[in-house]
């Protein structure tokens, strides 16, 4: 496997491919209408990634409801996210001061080249974005909004995505070099009102424990921390 696939196992799928911080670890993932997989299934797909030649396997994050299988199969955890959520029937949050060098606008099909620069500039490699990443983040919902923000090329970018009556921020990325200038915070609050607009009722995004200046961006906004975190498991390929 060279590039990200679905895989079918029986009566259950999968996402899987290389992750991209080492092309010898499998990234595994459920689709967004997959609830949990059996433990057959998953069985079975760890056989199958260990046939293709990994090593190991790194998961999404998973909602605690979606890891049973996984940990009977003797995945353990690797990282644990917050998950904050913003009410939106009660929607105030501070106007940011954007540095009016700044703009906002609509994603074009060129942006997504210069959007992974700002996203590997903005994360660790772990948690960097790769082409496949970012287009199953635009993906995962029915509906979706991705957004730049611009000085002299693409110093942001935000994906928003709707599902029913929930709005989640897919992704958040700023160029480090800009913090500061508002441009998280305004890319957020675009969110946030598109979410109102199609009349969802909360946003949810989720962080790494430790990224504080994020924690505090998502807080000033009007977020809260919610009572369930999100796991992402790991296990070595037998």
């Known amino acids: 496997m060279t590039t990200r696939q679905t895989l079918t196992v029986g009566a259950d799928r999968f996402r899987v491919g290389p992750w991209h911080a080492d092309r010898s670890i499998a990234y595994l993932a459920l689709p967004p209408e997959v609830a949990r997989p059996s433990d057959d299934g998953l069985r ?27 940990l009977r199969l003797g995945f353990a955890e690797y990282d644990r996210l917050r998950v904050l959520a913003h009410d939106l029937r009660d929607i105030d949050p501070p106007r940011p001061a954007l540095d009016p ?22 994360f660790p490699p772990f948690w960097r974005m790769d082409r496949a990443g970012l287009a199953e983040a635009e993906s995962a919902t029915p509906s979706r909004r991705f957004r730049v923000a611009v000085r002299n090329g693409v110093v942001g970018y935000a994906i928003t995505g709707r599902g029913g009556s929930q709005a989640f921020l897919q992704r958040l990325a700023t160029d480090p070099d800009l913090a500061g200038h508002g441009v998280g915070s305004a890319l957020v609050v675009d969110s946030l ?22 924690l505090d961006l998502y807080r000033r906004l009007g977020f809260r921390p ?13």
């Open 44 to 70: 079975r797909c760890v056989d199958r990634l260990a046939d293709a030649g990994y090593r190991s396997i790194i998961t999404s994050a998973l909602h605690p409801e979606e890891a049973g299988a996984f």
């Open 101 to 122: 060098s700044v703009r906002l606008r609509r994603a074009r099909r060129g942006d997504r080249t210069p959007a992974l620069v700002v996203d590997g500039r903005a």
């Open 193 to 214: 009102h598109w979410a109102v607009r199609r009349r969802c009722r909360r946003l949810l995004v989720n962080t790494q424990r430790e990224n504080d200046r994020a």
């Open 226 to 238: 919610t009572p369930t975190d999100l796991v992402v498991l790991s296990r070595p390929v037998p």
